[in-house]
């Protein structure tokens, strides 16, 4: 037996699970202490009633045997694939039911899709980044190269015609930075992308959080992107699914092998979403009214903790088309030094930039509660 050496090669514990633990520690020492977390992006308004009721629905359905379910379509059932279509459609993005694969989560496909590329690729992830896209191809033993972001790209790295890659990683709006990719800069990329013969792999997962009618939510509102991209999206801070679990994937048939591998792959090694979270699903692009309240309630806090930071001159982006702020560590502190200050002075969690590649920023979310988001920014005032 011999063990994937790569992974030595990753840090000892994903950088969520870090903070989890050092909060833990730092309750356990301080019983009484009120921790407020900006940190972890996970949602904290319910799932909506007509999502719920869809679920409950579906869940009868499996009571009885007129309408019981068991093993479903291999891509997902045809209902969700068909209201995914649609809710494209409404971006003038035309998407083909067999171009549509259901998953449970943006995170697992983007890690599972690098099952049909070969380990020899060259692998491109601006950086900062969500920690997933490196641990992965780390994981993997692929060669890595960064396109740094900085103030003074405004965190949004182009490509460097002199550099050649395979796989390029983009997500827009960016996690940590928030910060969102113009079409003409989507342009280039794919531009790059078609030139060097590489696919781009693009997170769209916060897509719904763009308001600005100028940016665009999908790399397929960019001409001949269906020739170089997959796109990825999820429900989990779209519409409250981070227990629930659904997102989907896109395979153009215009990148031809690559949707019948990944199909090949899917039907091997993932058995499909329930047939009652994925009712739930589909009540959610039949009807997103609701879950557009509950994002615009998080934008509100994102428009708090940036008003909070601009008074207290701290340095910050993100914040106004994703539900990030990304901002410099005051008086030169290094990431985690900010982490701990806010933790022990103030029962404030963050997530240290360092965590995504970046050391001297932090992420705060504006996933807590408004009372929470209030509560702690009064804090930070003080």
Not at 55 to 75: C, N, S
Not at 102 to 128: E, M, Q, R, W, Y
Not at 157 to 184: E, K, Q, R, W
Not at 275 to 296: D, E, L, M, W
């Amino acid at each position: 037996m011999k063990i994937n050496e790569n992974y030595k090669n990753l840090n000892e514990s994903y950088l969520f699970s870090t903070i989890s633990r050092r909060v833990k520690d730092f309750k356990a020492a301080h019983p009484n202490a009120d921790v407020i977390s900006l940190g972890i992006g996970d949602v904290t308004l319910p799932v909506c009633p007509h999502v719920i009721d869809a679920m409950v629905t579906a869940t009868y359905d499996l009571g009885a045997i007129e309408t019981f379910h068991g093993y479903g379509d291999e891509q997902g059932y045809t209902f969700l694939r068909t209201a995914i279509a649609k809710y494209y459609a409404k971006k003038h993005v035309q998407i083909d039911q067999s171009e549509i694969f259901i998953g449970d989560g943006a995170k697992s496909d983007l890690g599972n899709i690098l099952d049909i590329f070969s380990t020899d690729n060259i692998v491109l992830i601006p950086n900062p980044v969500y920690p997933v896209y490196v641990d992965t191809n780390l994981m993997a033993g692929r060669k890595i190269i960064f396109a740094n972001g900085s103030i003074e790209n405004n965190f949004l790295p182009m490509p460097d015609p002199a550099v050649h890659a395979d796989i390029i990683y983009l997500c827009s709006p960016n996690n940590p930075t928030g910060a969102v990719y113009t079409h003409a800069q989507l342009k280039t990329w794919v531009n790059y992308a078609i030139a060097n013969n590489a696919v781009i792999l693009f997170d769209s997962a916060y897509e719904a959080f763009i308001h600005d009618k100028t940016l665009p939510t999908s790399i397929y509102q960019i001409p001949n992107a269906k020739k170089c991209a997959i796109e990825f999206c999820s429900l989990s801070k779209t519409a409250g699914f981070t227990g629930v679990r659904c997102g989907y994937t896109i395979v153009p048939n215009e990148l031809g092998h690559l949707n019948k591998m990944w199909l090949r792959r899917q039907t091997t090694k993932f058995n499909g979403v329930s047939y009652i979270v994925q009712r739930g699903a589909t009540a959610v692009f039949n009807n997103f009214s609701p879950c557009k309240k509950n994002i615009a309630r998080y934008m509100e806090n994102a428009k708090l903790i940036s008003a909070t930071l601009t008074k207290l001159g701290i340095w910050h982006t993100g914040g106004k088309n994703a539900p990030y702020i990304w901002l410099k560590c005051p008086n030169g502190m290094t990431s985690w030094q900010f982490f701990d200050y806010l933790l022990e002075k103030h029962n404030i969690v963050g997530t240290p930039g360092i965590g995504f590649g970046l050391d001297g920023y932090f992420r705060f979310t504006a996933f807590a509660t408004r009372k929470n988001t209030i509560r702690a920014l009064k804090r930070l005032e003080s």
